[in-house]
């Protein structure tokens, strides 16, 4: 049974860093890139960060290009983001999913197959 569960939420201030984790069971972690979205209240769930399957390729969202860094531990099965310099606007539930590959719409959560529940970060002073 496939599984991915998030954790490193939590509240932090504006300017703070939090790291992301999402570990994975179930299938061969190796072989799927992993994506980052993120969801607040009333918008639609969007593309934060994708890599690649050997860590070969990173993709950023412009909003958090040069604050958050991906990155995956294959040996462990898990994925990283790490967030620095959070802003208020990065208030939103984290979800990590799987594909294939990141390719050029990496950002749009059709083709991701398997998700986790999500975990919670608020940015508020």
């Known amino acids: 049974q496939v599984q991915l569960v998030e954790s490193g939420g939590g509240l932090v201030q504006p300017g703070g860093s939090l790291r992301l984790s999402c570990t994975a069971s179930g299938f061969t972690f190796g072989y799927y890139a992993i994506g980052w979205f993120r969801q607040a209240p009333g918008w639609e769930r969007e593309g934060v960060s994708c890599i690649s399957t050997t860590s070969g390729s990173t993709y950023y969202a412009d909003s958090v290009k040069g604050r958050f860094t991906i990155s995956r531990d294959n040996a462990n099965n898990t994925v990283y983001l790490q967030m620095n310099s959070l802003q208020a606007e990065d208030t939103a539930v984290y979800y990590c999913?799987?594909?294939?590959?990141?390719?050029?719409?990496?950002?749009?959560?059709?083709?991701?197959?398997?998700w986790g529940q999500g975990t919670q970060v608020t940015v508020s002073s």
């Open positions: 999913a799987t594909d294939n590959w990141c390719g050029t719409s990496w950002w749009d959560r059709v083709g991701y197959d398997h």
